[in-house]
């Protein structure tokens, strides 16, 4: 996925005239297998569509916009929803269960929580506004283990302010979120992972931005609820039906970045169905 490419002149600029062609030919190549599985896609809900399925979903939509839609629009907005919703979304999950199968008493209290609210039925969505310590989970995790924990380049295009530093026109910018979540002067203990900071009474649960995980303003993350909605329904569900307990050795979180933050080896953990 070219999404995780980095060429690293992007963050030398004046070093843009050294030429870097494994880069450029990598790109090139992905873009055209990119295209063909867009191409793909779109052939197929057509074809479904043309057999008179009743379909119902994100591309089905846009298909009927397809009027005011260019082909590459539309493929580029196909093509957002599976990278923004797949990645970020798989390695907060990974960290989540990391945490919960490392520690007995938090997973002991995501589960009371979650028996208490939904009985012996399954967790649903509708049951997430019911269940602020899952939400908790999910934001310190965020916190913690921020999925992308340098925001790519931006360039100001005209000069601004930002917390309270003059950004002249031409900046690039990269906002080191990862630093902003382990500061010692905004976050108790940022080392430890604790979802009870989460839990102030004045903390809404669909507040997104408090780690700045899914950014804010005009480029705020479109996938940020669907994110949300996504990893809070698999973690719910790994906890209600499984006990989750770590292979020893592997309570280190020792993680590598390239676009995300991946722990450096899989989770490990030994899983037993409960009663």
Not at 33 to 43: A, D, F, N, P, S
Not at 153 to 169: K, M, S, W
């Amino acid at each position: 996925m070219g999404a995780i490419e980095v060429d690293w002149r992007d963050f030398f600029p004046y070093l843009r005239w050294v030429p870097n062609k494994s880069a450029e030919v990598n790109i090139r190549r992905m873009e055209m297998r990119r295209r063909e599985v867009m191409k793909t896609l779109i052939e197929e809900q057509k074809h479904r569509i043309s057999l008179g399925e009743d379909i119902n979903c994100y591309l089905d939509f846009l298909l009927s916009q397809e009027t005011t839609l260019t082909e590459t629009q539309l493929m580029m907005l196909i093509w957002e929803t599976i990278i923004e919703a797949s990645d970020t979304t798989l390695v907060t999950t990974e960290w989540a269960m990391y945490e919960l199968a490392k520690s007995s008493k938090y997973q002991d209290h995501l589960y009371d929580e979650i028996q208490k609210v939904c009985g012996n039925s399954k967790y649903a969505e509708e049951h997430f506004s019911e269940l602020p310590y899952l939400s908790a989970v999910f934001h310190e995790t965020l916190r913690r283990h921020s999925p992308v924990p340098v925001i790519p380049l931006r360039y100001a295009h005209e000069d601004t302010q930002l917390g309270g530093y003059d950004i002249p026109a031409g900046t690039e910018i990269a906002i080191n979120i990862y630093g902003c979540n382990m500061d010692k002067k905004q976050w108790d203990s940022p080392e430890e992972w604790k979802p009870e900071r989460f839990l102030d009474s004045k903390y809404d649960p669909l507040d997104l931005y408090k780690t700045m995980a899914f950014g804010g303003g005009k480029r705020v993350c479109a996938g940020s609820l669907q994110a949300l909605s996504l990893s809070c329904a698999a973690i719910a569900r790994f906890i209600q039906d499984f006990k989750w307990r770590l292979k020893q050795g592997q309570e280190e979180d020792v993680s590598t970045v390239s676009l995300t933050t991946q722990k450096l080896n899989p989770v490990l953990a030994f899983i037993t169905p409960r009663d």
